[in-house]
């Protein structure tokens, strides 16, 4: 859970003091290794659930500092949005009944959720990018109001020159040019923990580095973005370009984001990877000093290495080294942070025993794997299986290329099953919870497969955000239900049926992919657009995407009626100049209103910038009336 105790306001002289203290807990933890003061011989796992809290109408629902009024004294903590929340498990020891005590107590912990968040009139959610979540979620009013949150929005703002560019492409194409962090905030993980002895560190980090692609392509759980199909795993592209605080000269240069995989094999030892993080990122905030890590150990005690794991935090490898401090001994572990939150419960338990199984199994069964298979293999393996999932093909140990089924089935999971029996895991858990990865994997049912297939087979029903709410309604009903994922029945539109209350802003109901022309087309050319295309309203932008006018159909009959021809008329000779505009954020009853007491058939619908982003017309408000009817004629 995140350090929320820190210094805000900073000015040089607080800065310098903080990496000080951070430049000797790096001192600090280097005497520690020295000296063999962390704990060895010991195998314990852990995990983190991250959620979305969501209202009735399954759209995000900025609740969660009231949500932990109601959660006090248990393990629950905030995240940068109101409407994300999250919980830390137990830390156990691998063997025995461990993957079944860590399912039930995720189940009790969301039980716990579910009924704290429904008492502020919220629900709880599973996924890795809430697929009702859309561009109005993303201000700073829907930010989480701690000090540390703020602080690295203005760090990272000040950083970026107040814009954060998403740009990804999958079926279809998302592109976000953003003021603030607040996109971080569409993801959430399932995140597990492996301890390891400091002297097998380096070899295990790799270990987990290399099973990153499969591990992931089998989990896969995040392909849909603000109504666009993009990668099978969307957060893998949108966390790191969310948090991306180089400028672009140190992009140009190579610089590497804040959030990555890596660049090289680790060598020796846990502290290669520090150094390289507390020397290539700027400290973004503060904690308030403490006694000296080096005086502490100096009279035999453990220190909590503040400093240092409050800027590994703001780091966000996709395997993350970890320090920690339990029952007053200190310890090293790997946060494996790749997979996505959902799609069930068991289905994040299934995950997790595959993981830890190869992270038992593997280092007897590779040995050092450094010359087997280059770095720039295992990082472009990440890469390919986020875009494609589980159907794509990997590079392997010593060259090998294998379909990333086949090398789970026929390779990995063989050896995920040996490492778990390796450490006593009760062989019934292995079964049970393995079984469930492997089911998955044999029919290709991922929950990004899931989700496409549903969203494919809903076809062209109603508007993207009527089907995303179908997604989500049918995510939410199949997780309560506690089913794996490989058994759920496709999401379907008339199974969840059209909710018009949780439209709300003129963003969720306008057509984005909108005809234009430009003021210098001919009439000619507008004219036959509109007939191909059953269109009453072109609106008419410059080159940059601002909106100049508004041509009519019925502009073009009155050029007619006069005898004119239009084959040579400009557009800009009989557009509406400065049409009537809507922002996307206001609510769908202003723009009732406005159409209504202006007596107009459309709205364009521009941007603070004046850039048109879509356009509303009688139509949706027909479409939108149809689906209020149907809904009261079928309460009667």
């Not at 560019?165 to 959430?188: P, Q, R, W």
């Not at 289905?347 to 040995?367: C, K, R, S, V």
């Not at 497969?449 to 995303?468: I, T, V, Y």
């Not at 356009?615 to 009336?625: A, G, K, N, V």
């Amino acid at each position: 859970m995140g350090e929320n105790t820190i210094t805000t306001e900073l000015d040089h002289v607080q800065m310098r003091e903080y990496v000080r203290a951070l430049l000797e807990d790096v001192h600090a933890l280097e005497r520690m290794l020295e000296t063999e003061r962390l704990e060895k011989g010991v195998r314990r796992i852990g995990a983190e659930q991250e959620l979305f809290l969501v209202d009735a109408n399954l759209r995000p629902k900025a609740c969660v500092l009231k949500v932990l009024e109601h959660l006090k004294d248990k393990p629950f903590t905030t995240e940068l949005a109101q409407y994300n929340l999250e919980t830390n498990l137990s830390p156990q020891l691998l063997g025995g009944d461990c993957l079944s005590k860590m399912h039930a107590e995720l189940d009790e912990m969301i039980g716990l959720a579910r009924m704290a968040a429904s008492r502020e009139g919220a629900q709880i959610l599973l996924c890795g990018i809430l697929p009702t979540l859309d561009k109005q979620h993303l201000g700073l009013e829907w930010m989480t109001p701690i000090p540390r949150y703020y602080q690295l929005n203005r760090m990272m703002v000040a950083l970026r020159n107040g814009h954060f560019d998403a740009a990804i492409k999958g079926v279809d194409e998302f592109y976000l040019s953003h003021e603030n962090v607040m996109l971080e905030a569409c993801n959430t993980s399932f995140q597990v923990h492996w301890q390891c002895d400091p002297q097998d560190y380096a070899r295990l980090y790799n270990i987990a580095q290399l099973i990153t692609a499969p591990q992931l392509a089998c989990a896969v759980n995040s392909p849909i973005l603000m109504g666009k199909r993009l990668w099978h795993e969307t957060r893998v592209a949108l966390f790191q370009q969310s948090v991306d605080t180089r400028s672009e000269v140190k992009a140009q240069r190579g610089g590497r984001s804040r959030v990555n995989f890596g660049e090289r094999w680790l060598q020796d030892s846990i502290m290669e990877i520090f150094r390289e993080d507390v020397a290539r990122f700027r400290s973004l905030i503060a904690s308030a000093p403490e006694e000296s890590p080096l005086e502490v150990l100096a009279r035999g005690g453990i220190p909590q290495l503040k400093a240092l794991r409050l800027h590994n935090g703001t780091v966000y490898r996709w395997n993350r080294p970890c320090y920690g401090v339990m029952d007053g001994k200190a310890h090293l572990r790997i946060e494996n942070r790749i997979m996505p939150a959902g799609p069930s419960v068991i289905d994040e338990i299934a995950n997790a025993a595959f993981f830890f199984g190869l992270m038992q199994a593997l280092p007897a069964e590779y040995g050092d794997i450094r010359n087997q298979i280059s770095f720039d293999d295992a990082k472009n393996n990440l890469v390919t299986v986020a875009r494609y999932g589980l159907h794509s093909r990997v590079r392997w140990l010593r060259g090998k290329t294998w379909a990333c089924e086949q090398l789970v089935l026929e390779h990995l999971l063989p050896l995920a099953r040996q490492g778990l029996q390796a450490a006593k895991v009760n062989s019934s858990d292995i079964e049970r919870y393995l079984g469930v990865f492997e089911e998955r994997v044999q029919i290709g049912r991922t929950g990004a497969q899931w989700a496409l297939d549903s969203f494919a087979a809903m076809g062209e029903r109603g508007k993207r955000g009527e089907r995303c709410r179908s997604l989500a309604s049918a995510m939410k009903r199949n997780q309560e239900e506690g089913l794996p994922v490989a058994q759920w029945q496709l999401a379907g539109f008339e199974a969840t049926g059209a909710d018009p209350g949780s439209f709300q802003t003129v963003e969720q109901i306008m057509t984005s992919d909108v005809f234009t022309v430009h003021p210098e087309d001919l009439v000619n050319l507008a004219a036959s657009l509109m007939d191909w295309e059953h269109l009453r309203y072109v609106p008419v932008e410059d080159q940059n995407g601002h909106l100049l006018g508004l041509l009519s159909f019925r502009s073009i009959l009155r050029l007619m009626s006069r005898g004119q021809t239009h084959t040579s008329v400009p557009v800009r000779d009989i557009m509406k100049k400065d049409p009537i505009t809507i922002r996307p954020e206001a609510s769908i009853f202003d723009a009732m209103k406005l159409m209504r007491e202006r007596d107009i058939g459309c709205l364009p619908v521009v941007n603070a910038e004046g850039r048109l982003v879509g356009i509303i017309t009688e139509h949706d408000f027909m479409d939108l009336s149809a689906a209020l009817l149907e809904r009261w004629l079928n309460d009667e």
